[in-house]
Nanobody, 123 residues
Framework: QVQLVESGGGLVQAGDSLRLSCAAS????????WGWFRQAPGKEREFVAA????????YYADSVKGRFTMSGDNAKNTVYLQMNSLKPEDTAVYYC????????????????WGQGTQVTVSS
């Protein structure tokens, strides 16, 4: 059974940093793409970042480019989202996802999803 477990969320002030982790288990992910998405209250889920399991180019939403960095540790089956210079508009539940397609900003391209971790940024 595939499981993705996010951690690292919390309550921070504007300008602070957080690092989210997503630990995966249950299968081999060597050919998978990984993504981070977020959903704020009353809003649709939106793409944040994506990377192929073997590395390569990382893709970011314009709203987080230059502030967020996605990376992965194959040995630990874990991906990370380093979030710097956080803003109140970054407040959302953050989800990691994995899928067998090339990196995509579309949620439907991901097969597996975590339960999410709450990030709250106060002004």
């Amino acid at each position: 059974q595939v499981q993705l477990v996010e951690s690292g969320g919390g309550l921070v002030q504007a300008g602070d940093s957080l690092r989210l982790s997503c630990a995966a288990s249950g299968r081999t992910f060597s050919s998978y793409t990984w993504g981070w998405f977020r959903q704020a209250p009353g809003k649709e889920r939106e793409f944040v970042a994506a990377i192929g399991w073997s590395g390569g180019k990382t893709y970011y939403a314009d709203s987080v480019k230059g502030r967020f960095t996605m990376s992965g540790d194959n040995a630990k089956n874990t991906v990370y989202l380093q979030m710097n210079s956080l803003k109140p508009e970054d407040t959302a539940v953050y989800y990691c996802a994995a899928g067998p397609t090339p990196p995509t900003t579309v949620g439907a391209g991901y097969r597996y999803w975590g339960q999410g971790t709450q990030v709250t940024v106060s002004s």
